[in-house]
């Protein structure tokens, strides 16, 4: 059973296109991430929600719109899609509280979007 | 300004050879991570290090937090293709939710 899966894990769409990645997680976690790594490597984080409420919101232009129905998923939504917004996306998960020792997270496999 | 600064930023070597990676900041990190992510998937945890000093082994990698915390190291003993990835470390400070990345070094290794 895959921990933290995400759909679709390829995407090539038009420039100023709406498109969504889905993202859920069977580890039982509270807390979901949505991270992207440009073509350099470069893993930044965007958001965070914990228990469906947001609590990191990087630097991310509002066209990129995060959505937590529950604690198991973190779907992301993209308006009017861009060149620069070619890069794979992953999703990830941690649980949070006491004992939870430090911040490991579990990523999923990534999608990646390629916007032409 | 990148907090976590990683280098080599590439780094080819051959079977056998041994390997050392590093992670550095000018910053304090109550927590530092090594992730390896190979092609097509996403990081996986190798190991955290939480204790100025500290030194975990797992298998042929042996992993070093510094004493200050600022920063930590990655050796690899007789690295074998296998070890072939991209390596990030990862940092958190105080009570904070996020996790923040190195640019990463990417290994390989040839057989």
């Known amino acids: 059973d895959t921990a933290v899966s995400q759909t679709p894990k390829y995407l090539v769409t038009q420039m100023g296109n709406d498109k969504s990645i889905k993202c859920e997680q069977n580890?039982?976690?509270?807390?979901m991430y949505w991270y992207k790594q440009d073509s350099k490597k470069f893993l930044k984080i965007m958001f965070s929600?914990?228990?469906?409420?947001?609590?990191i919101n990087e630097t991310v232009p509002n066209r990129f719109s995060p959505k937590s129905p529950d604690k198991a998923h973190l779907n992301l939504h993209i308006n009017s899609l861009e060149l620069g917004d070619s890069a794979v996306y992953f999703c990830?998960?941690?649980?949070?509280?006491?004992?939870?020792?430090?911040?490991?997270?579990?990523f999923g496999a990534g999608s990646r979007l390629t916007v032409l | 300004t990148q907090l976590l600064e990683q280098s080599p930023q590439f780094l080819s070597i051959q079977e056998g050879e041994n390997l050392t990676v590093y992670c550095n900041s000018s910053?304090?990190?109550?927590?530092l991570q090594w992730y390896r992510q190979e092609p097509g998937e996403g990081p996986v945890l190798l190991v955290t290090?939480?204790?100025?000093?500290e030194v975990k082994k797992l298998k042929r990698l042996t992993f070093q937090f510094g004493d200050a915390r600022k920063d930590s190291s990655l050796h690899i003993t007789a690295a074998q293709p296998g070890d072939t990835g991209l390596y990030l470390c990862?940092?958190?400070?105080?009570?904070?939710?996020?996790?923040?990345f190195g640019k990463g070094t990417k290994l390989t290794v040839n057989p």
């Open positions: 990830a998960s941690r649980r949070t509280g006491a004992n939870s020792g430090a911040n490991v997270l579990t």
């Open positions: 580890l039982g976690h509270d807390t």
């Open positions: 929600y914990n228990n469906k409420e947001l609590i």
């Open positions: 910053s304090v990190f109550s927590s």
């Open positions: 290090v939480v204790t100025g000093g």
């Open positions: 990862a940092g958190s400070r105080g009570g904070s939710e996020k996790l923040v």
